[in-house]
Nanobody, 122 residues
Framework: QVQLVESGGGLVQAGGSLTLSCAASGSFASIYTMGWSRQAPGKQRELVAAITSDGSTNYADSVKGRFTISRDNAKNTVYLQMNSLKPEDTAVYYC????????????????WGQGTQVTVSS
């Protein structure tokens, strides 16, 4: 199976920075898209940023210019550098990955990490 392990969450003041990391491990052929979603209390989970295996990125409008997603394919790890954090960024951040389990099959499966709390105080 595939495991996604996140790290780097915590408490930070508004205007501060945090970097989240997520490492994928287990048995799989390749990972296509990796990314981060977040869920604040009482709200739906939303995609924050994603990056494909060839480096194409996508960001939610609310984080453009403040967050940067990057990836180390050799380490199967994705990072989210979060700058100029705002109280409205407070949420549980979940790592996600579209994983191809077998090289002879095109089917991909979506996996999620356990989530890491990010709290931004005003």
């Amino acid at each position: 199976q595939v495991q996604l392990v996140e790290s780097g969450g915590g408490l930070v003041q508004a205007g501060g920075s945090l970097t989240l990391s997520c490492a994928a491990s287990g048995s799989f052929a390749s990972i296509y898209t990796m990314g981060w979603s977040r869920q604040a209390p009482g709200k739906q989970r939303e995609l924050v940023a994603a990056i494909t295996s060839d480096g194409s990125t996508n960001y939610a409008d609310s984080v453009k210019g403040r967050f940067t997603i990057s990836r180390d394919n050799a380490k199967n790890t994705v990072y989210l550098q979060m700058n100029s954090l705002k109280p409205e960024d407070t949420a549980v951040y979940y790592c996600r990955a579209d994983v191809k389990l077998r090289s002879d099959r095109s089917l991909q499966y979506l996996y999620w990490g356990q989530g890491t709390q990010v709290t931004v105080s005003s």
